[in-house]
């Protein structure tokens, strides 16, 4: 089976990740990941992660992947020691020192994709090294990922959704020179999103950011190809993001197992998938090489996504009676659907909302704040309720 | 001096003629298409045999199936590169391999593991001076310091130039310059990617007073004058000390 493989900046969004149908999730630690900006796991919530995970009988890896400066390494081993005591599945490396030192401490490894791998000889080099498994670069193509898997007969995580580095990954050091952060070591700043002015010409400012990235209509190729695990980018995104991306995929690969996947759902994840996201996605290089359509030129207002109306957190069955925590203005009259895991989405229409002391409200307007709606059907925990905007 | 363990790419046959009366005599070739950000590039016919292949590229399968090719007919003392994939094709080979991991090797253990399989290391540039030289000290003579030319800020696979000028509908220069808060790139594409390299030149010829087994010079985009200038300390424009003295931030939560 493919595993689909979710990333979780923390607590909330690793639960709702496997809720939401995640096989796996990649976290990061409060050391050595490359998403310093994310709020990260202490060892106790790595644990406590790890615990959750694996009640769910799902798989949890972490990321030590930045590069390692001399200073970085001295708890290192320590580091990896404890993940190895909290039973965590995997370690996401790139450093040599850190795929070493597990090999030496029985932690499995994932190559992560800050290794650039695009040939079978260079993962030839890290299979003598112990690692089983690689994150190829996001630059592969079909063909790249066929001969690989030809050659040597390994499991491939491959990105299928998120954002994009317009760098290959690992060879970008132009937040170190803009910003003095360490790109390589967590400091990303994205200076591939910023507008560069030409200096030596009157021309136009030089922009060289990626589109995202978006496999919907290639997952089953993917599979057929011999893909092992489909991996989604963010870390730093919100829990709705992350449920709504991961329930797509979920129900994109369970239709295709079932072989029920059709042209019109495709359709519909694409435009669901592009709601949530707040810049444009595309395939990049999967099938042919990534041109102008696959990036952008012009300056972009990045408009947050204000679909996201609330999170159930209870149902009452008896009273017929749903706890929702608002997250995003609605009133009486609105027209909302829910997702959420094991349902089908439903269609819903606000008839009355109560305050926690039972009025009746016509507009709720303050997030977090608790509302209660009524609800004659299935619901469960975790759902969340959404502007409805396509019809399925 | 030590010109004798310099290593530079070369631009020209005729650079090397120019850089041999100054005791140079190792010389690397940017090999056609296994290169990125090289405007000059060689023929592995044209490489001598006392000359080291360049190979920078990030190479796919084809890339690594063509090389496996050349590396079976070309007579050279080494090759410097930057894919562990190329260490798969040259391990059996009688010839001085020399890992230039871009933006990887800033510190002394992964180092050492690379060691195991090449006779040298290109340690980043990436780090500061006082780094570069505790690392430097624990392998005497066995690491190559990069030392002097151009640094790569940015490696794409993309065709950045060309997308740009096709979007603008500008005819296509390349490469160009682009500048942002006063920090500076020369942005130059080939067929396999981009490179962005930060501007003005990186000048750490200082690293040359450490005990290292070569020192590393890219010539790309300099005139062979500009680097015996540099060498002979009468150069007169501006240069850069990357990051010597300059501990880049390691962020993290919380600290």
């Known amino acids: 089976m493919p595993e689909l493989l979710a990333p979780a900046g923390d607590l909330e969004r690793l639960k709702i990740a496997y809720l939401y149908g995640a096989d796996a999730c990649y976290i990061g630690g409060k050391d050595y990941s490359l998403r310093a900006n994310a709020k990260n796991f202490s060892l106790e919530e790595i644990l406590e992660a790890t615990n959750f995970a694996h009640s769910l009988k799902k798989k949890i890896y972490v990321t030590v992947n930045i590069v390692f400066h001399d200073q970085n390494l001295i708890s290192l081993e320590d580091y990896l020691n404890k993940l190895k005591d909290i039973n965590v599945d995997a370690v996401i490396a790139s450093d040599i020192i850190v795929v070493s030192l597990c090999h030496k401490l029985g932690l499995e490894v994932i190559l992560s994709t800050q290794s650039s791998i695009l040939n079978y000889s260079a993962i030839k080099f890290w299979q003598s090294l112990g690692v089983k498994r690689f994150v190829l670069g996001r630059e592969a193509t079909r063909e790249d990922i066929i001969r690989i898997k030809k050659e040597c007969h390994v499991e491939l995580e491959c990105f299928i959704h998120g954002a994009m580095c317009t760098s290959i990954s690992g060879k970008c050091i132009l937040s170190n020179y803009m910003t003095g952060r360490d790109s390589n070591r967590g400091g990303c700043a994205q200076i591939c999103r910023w507008p560069f002015k030409r200096c030596d010409k009157n021309a136009p400012d030089f922009t060289f950011m990626s589109k995202d990235l978006n496999m919907v209509e290639y997952i089953e190729d993917m599979i057929n190809i011999g893909v092992s695990s489909f991996k989604v980018e963010g870390r730093m995104r919100s829990v709705y993001y992350i449920a709504t991306v991961i329930l797509c995929y979920r129900r994109i690969i369970d239709k295709i197992i079932s072989h029920t996947l059709t042209d019109e759902d495709k359709q519909y994840y694409h435009k669901v998938l592009d709601r949530v996201a707040n810049r444009d996605t595309m395939p990049q290089f999967y099938q042919k090489f990534p041109g102008v359509n696959e990036s952008y030129f012009n300056d972009r207002i990045e408009v947050s996504n204000q679909d996201f109306l609330g999170i159930v957190i209870d149902y009452d069955e008896k009273n017929k009676l749903i706890t929702l925590e608002q997250r995003n203005y609605f009133k009486v009259g609105d027209v909302v659907e829910f997702i959420g895991p094991n349902m089908d989405n439903v269609t819903y229409t606000i008839k009355t909302i109560f305050d926690e002391d039972k009025n009746t409200l016509d507009v709720a307007r303050h997030p977090q704040m608790i509302v209660y709606l009524p609800f004659d059907g299935k619901i469960v925990k975790y759902a969340m309720m959404r502007a409805k905007i396509f019809d399925k | ?255």
């Open chain 2, 1 to 255: 001096m030590k010109n004798n363990q310099i290593i530079i790419t070369i631009n020209s046959i005729e650079d090397r003629e120019k850089y041999q009366k100054l005791g140079i005599t190792k010389f690397a070739y940017p090999l056609a298409d296994f290169c990125v950000g090289m405007p000059n590039v060689f023929s592995y016919a044209e490489v001598s045999e006392d000359g080291y292949l360049f190979v920078n590229r990030i190479l796919d399968n084809e890339g690594i199936d063509k090389l496996k090719d050349i590396l079976d007919k070309v007579k050279c003392k080494g090759i410097i590169f930057d894919d562990l994939g190329v260490l798969e094709l040259v391990k059996d080979k009688k010839m001085e391999k020399i890992l230039f991991l871009s933006h990887f090797n800033t510190n002394k253990e992964s180092i050492r593991i690379y060691l195991e399989y090449v006779d040298s290391v290109i340690v980043s540039s990436d780090i500061t001076y006082e780094e570069i030289k505790l690392i430097n000290e624990e392998f005497k003579g066995k690491l190559t310091l990069f030392t002097l030319g151009y640094v790569s800020g940015m490696y794409s696979r993309r065709l950045l130039v060309d997308n740009y000028s096709k979007f603008h509908h500008l005819k296509k220069e390349n490469p160009i310059e682009i500048i942002e808060n006063d920090v500076k790139f020369l942005v130059y594409e080939n067929d396999y990617g981009t490179i962005f390299y930060h501007k003005p030149i990186f000048n750490g010829l200082e690293l040359m007073n450490l005990d290292a087994q070569y020192y590393f010079i890219n010539s790309a985009f300099l005139a062979s004058d500009d680097i015996i200038n540099l060498l002979n300390n009468t150069y007169q424009k501006e240069f850069d000390r990357g990051f010597l003295d300059k501990e880049t931030i390691y962020k993290l939560k919380g600290e």
